[in-house]
């Protein structure tokens, strides 16, 4: 009886380490480092869509970037996806960078470009969301809508 009692907590013991471990080294959302600003955008769509382009400002730079999926698949209509930018990658030694982006949404796949040009009739535009980013924060964005009615991101503090 004892025998089991002491088998019991030692395996009790061990799953908490487990756990601990896991979340330090896995942990379950990213969280950037003190040079990066990460930012998370929520998908809450009607369909599946082909790729994300944003389009985004800080301290006068003008950038460019985008998402897709590598195995040319639809990115799925609820997914969570994490971009992050770097100090280096914004050109900005301060702490903080006032930052505007414009999302597009085409809504097919297409095969990705670094022009960022993609054909007109696959592309929906959400409205621009502008904020104060600082290093080493997370920030969260949802997209709504479908390509019928349109999309609508939206910055969620």
Do not use: C
């Not at 896995?26 to 369909?47: C, M, N, R, S, V």
């Not at 009739?121 to 080493?136: H, N, P, Q, V």
């Amino acid at each position: 009886m004892k025998k089991r009692i002491v088998i019991g907590i030692s395996m009790f013991i061990f799953l908490g380490i487990a756990y601990t471990a896991l979340v330090k080294f896995f942990p379950p959302e990213y969280l950037p480092t003190d040079d990066e600003i990460a930012l998370h955008i929520q998908l809450d769509i009607k369909e599946d869509i082909g790729l994300i382009v944003f389009d985004y400002q800080t301290e006068n730079h003008e950038y460019s970037g985008g998402i897709s999926n590598v195995d040319k698949s639809l990115i799925k209509r609820d997914s969570d996806i994490v971009q992050v930018w770097n100090k280096q990658d914004l050109n900005s030694s301060s702490d903080a960078v006032e930052m505007s982006m414009k999302f597009r949404i085409i809504t097919d796949y297409v095969e990705p470009n670094y022009e960022n040009i993609y054909p007109e009739e696959l592309t929906r535009y959400a409205d621009s969301i502008s904020w104060k980013a600082y290093f080493g924060e997370s920030y969260f964005v949802t997209i709504t809508g479908d390509k019928h009615t349109g999309y609508k991101a939206v910055l969620n503090r």
